[in-house]
């Protein structure tokens, strides 16, 4: 069985699969009479004729070391996670090597900070740590199938 480390969150690292979801660092608007921050595009919502729909999901835990054996993608829309509790989480992704993932990655995220999926990205199942979490998810909804899965040799995730 293959063994990975999961590598901490950046968004250089994460770039080729989409945006980590954070407030950045500077290019802050100030709204509501300066007592609010805006960090304002953080991604952008991929939909492919479809509707972006807002939902929220609710996941049962893993803990490391994780066996993932399963990733999906979704070829007609981005989709966002961010975490609505005050855990770290797991995002596993892959390249895409002709139609089927290629080697994972695991990103250990940061508690209060999220990741958009790009259209087509292979991912892993959402996948909170040590207790059940509520994530806010904005994906696509519509026409046309939006759902490939595919079961790979099983990669063991530890920290």
Known sequence: MTRITARP???????PFGEVLAPKSATVRMINEG???RHHALATVQRHGGEAIISIFRSQPVSLPYDCALLERHP????AFMPLGPD???S?????????????LAFLVPAGVGVNLRAGVWHGVLTPLDRAADFLVVDRDGEGTNLEEAH???VTIEA
């Open 9 to 15: 969150l950046t968004a250089e690292a994460f770039a």
């Open 76 to 79: 007609l829309g981005s989709q």
């Open 35 to 37: 007592r609010c921050e």
């Open 92 to 104: 596993v992704v892959a390249p895409d090597e002709g139609g089927r993932p290629g080697a994972p």
């Open 88 to 90: 770290a989480w797991l």
């Open 152 to 154: 790979i040799a099983p």
